[in-house]
């Protein structure tokens, strides 16, 4: 499951929100939308697949947390768009600057 994909839900984001916060079981998490309880366990399957939280069985209980290795992927594709605009209005900035200077000049 693509990364994104799951991100693309606001439902989704909003467990990863709560998840940021604590680990919660599905129930906890359930209690804390206006969805139903299979619609939270499909969120949460998808979140799954994509690496984005892990779960871990306690007897009856299935208790999620945020994975941060699943994040570090979106953080790395953030950090490489940031870049290229970073880059990009810097050369704008440059020729906007070279402009104003040829302007200026007698």
């Known amino acids: 499951m693509d990364k994104f ?3 693309s839900d606001p ?8 998840l940021s916060q604590e680990a919660f079981s599905a129930g906890e ?21 994509a ?10 209980k299935r208790i999620y947390r945020l994975s941060s290795s699943g994040l570090d992927e979106v953080e790395q594709w953030v950090q490489q768009v940031r870049n290229f605009w970073n880059s990009s209005l810097d050369a704008l900035e440059y020729e ?8 200026s000049s007698p």
């Not at 439902?11 to 709560?18: H, M, P």
């Not at 998490?29 to 697949?49: D, G, M, N, T, Y």
């Not at 906007?96 to 302007?103: G, H, I, K, N, V």
């Open 5 to 7: 994909t799951a991100l």
């Open 11 to 18: 439902n989704r984001r909003k467990i990863l929100e709560l």
């Open 29 to 49: 998490l359930v209690e804390r939308f206006a969805i139903s309880q299979p619609a939270v366990s499909q969120h949460l399957k998808v979140l799954k697949q």
């Open 51 to 60: 690496e984005l939280v892990t779960c871990e069985k306690r007897a009856q």
């Open 96 to 103: 906007l600057a070279q402009s104003d200077d040829e302007e």
